[in-house]
């Protein structure tokens, strides 16, 4: 499977964005569907993932009731919608899936995902 994220940008702080991440080749599976970013200088973090089967979600505590993350099966697709973004949030975000599902408690862990989209850029301004 191939992923494509997409929806980054520039935007103020306090502002939104909803980025999207496509599969193609073929539908997602069972396993989950996470979003990880990575700011310049930093280690990758943890964002927010669903589980595709139950649509079970989990969230990490930097944007724990901002971003929301849902899917849309008839397109494929995976949603973040982060509000009251803030200059911390700039950075690049990836969505990653793999084939197979996953406990919620391993849903932040980014090598349990096989398949990751190239990322987009996510910045935000004062």
């Known amino acids: 499977v191939q992923l494509q994220a997409s929806g980054g940008g520039l935007v103020e702080a306090g502002g939104s964005l909803r980025l999207s991440c496509v599969a193609s080749?073929?539908?997602?599976?069972?396993?989950?569907v996470g979003w990880f970013r990575q700011a310049p200088g930093k280690e990758r973090e943890f964002v927010a993932a669903i589980d595709m089967w139950t649509t079970g979600t989990r969230y990490g505590d930097s944007v724990k009731g901002r971003f929301t993350i849902s899917k849309n099966n008839a397109k494929n697709t995976v949603y973040l919608e982060m509000n009251s973004l803030k200059l911390e949030d700039t950075a690049v975000y990836y969505c990653a899936t793999r084939d197979a599902r996953l406990i919620t408690s391993a849903l932040n862990r980014a090598e349990q995902y096989d398949y990751w989209g190239q990322g987009t850029k996510v910045t935000v301004s004062s």
């Open positions: 080749g073929r539908t997602f599976s069972s396993g989950p």
